[in-house]
Nanobody, 130 residues
């Protein structure tokens, strides 16, 4: 059974950094696709970073491009979301998710846009405020 646990959220000042972790169990972390989603208050979750093992392509939403990256540690089955230059508009609940059904035929950008992920973590709150 797949299990995803996010951690690392918190309160940070504008311009600061945070690193979120997504610890996975029950599957091989370098197989399939991993996505990071952000849900701002009152809005639907938005796919902000998705990476597929099919071609290694990584999609980053324009809102985070150049500020966020998503490295991974295969040995520990952990994927990270490194967030730099945080803005108040980055506030929200952050989720990681996993897909093993669609990644072979669907580009990472579409996986993000259509939220084609079958397992989701519980989310971690990130608040950017002075």
């Amino acid at each position: 059974q797949v299990h995803l646990v996010e951690s690392g959220g918190g309160l940070v000042q504008p311009g600061g950094s945070l690193r979120l972790s997504c610890a996975a169990s029950g599957f091989i972390a370098d197989y399939g696709a991993i996505g990071w989603f952000r849900q701002a208050p009152g809005k639907e979750p938005e796919g902000i970073a998705c990476v597929s093992s099919n071609d290694g392509n990584i999609y980053y939403a324009d809102s985070i491009k150049g500020r966020f990256t998503t490295p991974r540690d295969i040995a520990s089955h952990t994927v990270y979301l490194q967030m730099n230059g945080l803005k108040p508009s980055d506030t929200g609940i952050y989720y990681c998710a996993r897909d093993v059904e669609n990644f072979r035929t669907t580009p990472a950008q579409q996986l993000c846009a259509r939220r084609l992920f079958d397992s989701w973590g519980q989310g971690t709150q990130v608040t950017v405020a002075s």
